[in-house]
């Protein structure tokens, strides 16, 4: 059994930073974030491979976004640059339970998950 414990979320004002960390506790293989807005379904931010060597992103964070990982620490992260109010949403942390190559990016790939943590980019 996988747990996985975000933080690093607050409060922003727009054109700036936050750092999210997604710590994990038993074996994790390829892991992802996704966020999820009021009123919408949760979708793909970015998932990053068991050994950090391939990364993939959507398209609205591409370039502003990075995600990484630290298996001595079991944690992965998401660095967030250049914040727009659009990204404003709860965040929350996945973890695949199989090794596969290729990150994937549906949520339906996912077994664990964090409890989410909330941002909120100001305009």
């Known amino acids: 059994q996988v747990q996985l414990v975000e933080s690093g979320g607050g409060l922003v004002q727009a054109g700036g930073s936050l750092r999210l960390s997604c710590a994990a506790s038993g074996r994790t293989y390829n892991m992802g974030w996704f966020r999820q807005a009021p009123g919408k379904e949760r979708e793909f931010v970015a998932a990053?491979?068991?050994?950090?060597?391939?990364?993939v992103y959507a398209d609205s964070v591409k370039g502003r976004f990075a995600i990484s990982r630290d298996n001595a620490k079991n944690t992965v992260y998401l660095q967030m640059n250049s914040l727009k109010p659009e990204d404003t949403a709860v965040y929350y942390c996945a973890a695949d339970s199989v090794f596969i190559i290729q990150p994937r990016t549906s949520t339906r790939a996912y077994d664990y998950w964090g409890q989410g943590t909330q941002v909120t980019v100001s305009s």
């Open positions: 990053v491979s068991r050994n950090g060597g391939s990364t």
